[in-house]
């Protein structure tokens, strides 16, 4: 089976392919779409095909180290296998982005199976983090989870209460404290609520403020400490939610966020709204995290499980059809 035909089978193994499909639109037309308009003109692998690669990868916001890797490596490949089509080419395009991603091993998201457990959702303030939490608990309550919010982003003044609003509308409790509260005490209560009420998942909104390193260390040890305290083994999982609007910015962002803290995987907000769909394999590369969900709209069911295949499809989608 070809590349795009086991892309396509991945996506249509989904039951939201084409919601999957219509959030990837934007990193399609700057992606999929003028890769295959290098058709035209196509004389084999050179340096003026290759810099055609690299701008494209470059604009889809893949980044200049990573577009540096994907570009050598399609070289090599190209000249070991001698392949000559266009067809071929863009075939071993996507498989050496699909082998990037799959060079690091995930672990399994962490669950509990004695008890509650618990995801911190850390990130800047405007990543989505509070409609994360939301769409989240929208996910788990639909597979049949109990979910309890911790709303401990007490920094930002509406952050309470929009979490608490999306509790109310998604029928879950949500666990409040004081603007300008301690959100390690909110964290604290909403743990002993998940241990009374026997819950499945507590999923902690923490506050974004990318203030020196130090302080952001001190605030998110604080918050695990206490946590560890009231639920040995908690903080299960702790994901950082990052706006892919904001490109390669993001990336260093996150970087903070690492060296912060142990981060164990992400959450990519606002895929709908960028053409900068290729920020997936920059985070890959230069992070090593695992992308867990995608954002693909603001509604509480459109965060999306990522896989890279379904992903790789969407933003090249049409591209193998004249293979
Ligand atoms: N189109 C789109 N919009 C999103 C997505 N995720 C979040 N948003 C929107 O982004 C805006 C900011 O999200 P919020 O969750 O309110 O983020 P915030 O409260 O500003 O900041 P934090 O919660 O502190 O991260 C809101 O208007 C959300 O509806 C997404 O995947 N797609």
Excluded at 198 to 225: F, P, S
Excluded at 256 to 261: D, I, N, P, Q, R
Aim: charged fraction near 25%.
């Amino acid at each position: 089976m070809g590349i795009f035909a086991k892309l396509k089978a991945s996506l249509q193994g989904r039951d939201d392919a084409d919601r999957y499909l219509k959030g990837l639109d934007k990193s399609k037309k700057t992606f999929g779409d003028r890769l295959r308009r290098l058709a035209n003109g196509f004389r084999g692998v050179d340096d003026e095909f290759l810099e055609e690669v690299m701008i494209i990868l470059l604009e889809a916001d893949v980044g200049i180290h990573t577009a540096e890797k994907i570009t050598a490596r399609l070289e090599n490949e190209a000249a070991r296998q001698r392949l000559k089509t266009f067809d071929e080419i863009s075939e071993c395009l996507v498989s050496v982005m699909l082998e990037m991603y799959q060079e690091h091993t995930d672990a399994e998201v962490q669950v509990n199976e004695n008890g509650t457990t618990v995801i911190l959702l850390v990130g800047v303030n405007g990543s989505g983090k509070t409609t994360t939490a939301a769409k989240l608990t929208k996910t788990l309550s639909d597979q049949g989870n109990s979910v309890v919010l911790a709303a401990a982003d007490t920094f930002r003044a509406g952050a309470v209460d929009q979490l608490a609003r999306w509790g109310e509308r998604l029928n879950v409790p949500c666990i409040k404290g004081r603007e300008n509260g301690d959100p390690s005490a909110v964290l604290v209560d909403a743990c002993r609520y998940a241990c009374e009420h026997h819950i499945d998942y507590l999923i902690g909104d923490t506050a974004g403020r990318l203030q020196n390193k130090v302080n952001l260390m001190n605030e998110l040890g604080k918050m695990r400490r206490v946590i560890e305290r009231e639920i040995p083994g908690a903080p299960h999982e702790v994901w950082l939610v990052l706006d892919a609007t904001t490109g390669q910015n993001g990336i260093q962002q996150a970087k903070v966020f690492l060296e912060a803290t142990k981060v164990s995987g992400i959450i990519l907000t606002k895929m709908d709204g960028t053409a900068k769909g290729g920020i997936v394999l920059a985070i890959r590369d230069q992070l090593g995290l695992p992308v867990r969900y995608i954002g693909l709209g603001e509604q509480p069911q459109d965060l999306r499980p990522f896989d890279i295949e379904s992903y790789l499809y969407g933003i090249c989608e049409g591209m193998g059809d004249h293979a």
